[in-house]
């Protein structure tokens, strides 16, 4: 990789495949964008960068590369893996990229105290993974066909779909009166059967009719 090549990423501005950081101060916050890079489609994390694309470059990037890789290393797991691309802007100032192809692997999780936690990525950030994602990730690893009963359920799913377009798990639960559990697996299934696709959201995931 060359300069010109991470001026021209940086042009684009941050977004679903590439995230700017000015250093790596918090390595623990930063590997959440790996992760989601990770487990959506792969992306750019450029360090050195400022939020508005500059390519300002940074002191010492071989200890900023230090820092993230030993995060990455102990903070995610299953193991990742990358590339780093070093490029100098000058005697003192430099440059890295980690290229994060998306996982075979995915879900990769956020390793924590309490709970592990994955991520995604949504636009140009990077937001906590719903349950229901970690098993679409989990089941698109290994795409095959997927078999489901048309049923009540489905029935009124469809029916709810028509009227609104788009539906939360909470609503199909209540509106179909059926376990949370059983209208996630409902929707996953229907999702891995290309009859859905999800949106991830910050705060409740929707759901959708595939075009």
Do not use: C
């Not at 390519?55 to 230090?66: A, D, T, Y």
């Amino acid at each position: 990789m060359t300069l010109q090549e991470v001026r021209a990423l940086a042009s684009k501005g941050e977004g679903l495949r590439i995230e700017f950081k000015k250093k790596a101060s918090f390595p623990e916050k930063i590997i959440r964008e790996v992760i989601a890079f990770a487990n959506t489609e792969g992306g750019d994390l450029l360090i050195g960068v400022d939020d508005d694309g500059t390519v300002s470059g940074q002191k010492f990037i071989e200890e900023e590369i230090f820092v993230m890789e030993k995060a990455i290393r102990e903070l995610i797991f299953p193991k990742l893996s990358f590339e780093v691309f070093t490029l100098k802007l000058n005697e003192k100032k430099g440059v890295a990229v980690f290229r994060i192809p998306l996982s075979q692997d995915r879900p990769h999780f956020l390793k924590e105290k309490e709970k592990n936690q994955a991520f995604i990525r949504v636009g140009d950030r990077s937001v906590q993974a719903s349950k229901e994602v970690w098993e679409i990730l989990k089941k698109s690893r290994t795409p095959r066909d997927t078999v489901f009963t048309y049923g009540r359920k489905e029935e009124i799913l469809m029916k709810l779909l028509g009227e609104n377009e788009k539906i939360t798990l909470k609503e199909f639960s209540k509106k179909a009166q059926i376990p949370k559990f059983l209208a996630s697996k409902t929707l996953v299934r229907l999702v891995t059967a290309n009859v859905l696709r999800i949106h991830p959201q910050e705060g409740e995931d929707y759901f959708t009719l595939k075009e």
